[in-house]
């Protein structure tokens, strides 16, 4: 059985930076990408951030800059360093697996996690 599991999300000031961890298990991680999405009120999911297996990312226009993806296979976990967070980060993020890349642009995979929520306050 894959699961995703989130955390690291919370309360954070404007300007701040917070870090989201998602462990995977029940599915070979070394050889997954990987992507976090994310989803405010009444807004439809959007991709924020996406790593292949080999560690190649992208990530959506309004984060470039400010949010890194990475991962660390020894651990099955994949993380999103948000740095100079904004009031318009606020969201519900969310991590997904198993998806792939195609020119360029990665497509969602089967596995989603939970969500963590992370709000910035102005």
């Known amino acids: 059985q894959v699961q995703l599991v989130e955390s690291g999300g919370g309360l954070v000031q404007a300007g701040g930076s917070l870090r989201l961890s998602c462990a995977l298990s029940?599915?070979?991680?070394?050889?997954?990408?990987m992507g976090w999405y994310r989803q405010a009120p009444g807004k439809q999911r959007e991709l924020v951030a996406a790593?292949?297996?080999?560690?190649?990312?992208n990530y959506a226009d309004s984060v470039k800059g400010r949010f890194t993806i990475s991962r660390d296979n020894a651990k099955n976990t994949v993380y999103l360093q948000m740095n100079s967070l904004k009031p318009e980060d606020t969201a519900v993020y969310y991590c997904?697996?198993?998806?792939?890349?195609?020119?360029?642009?990665?497509?969602?995979?089967?596995?989603w996690g939970h969500g963590t929520q992370v709000t910035v306050s102005s």
């Open positions: 790593i292949t297996a080999g560690g190649s990312t």
């Open positions: 029940g599915s070979s991680f070394s050889i997954s990408a």
């Open positions: 997904n697996a198993n998806g792939y890349f195609s020119g360029g642009t990665y497509y969602a995979g089967r596995y």
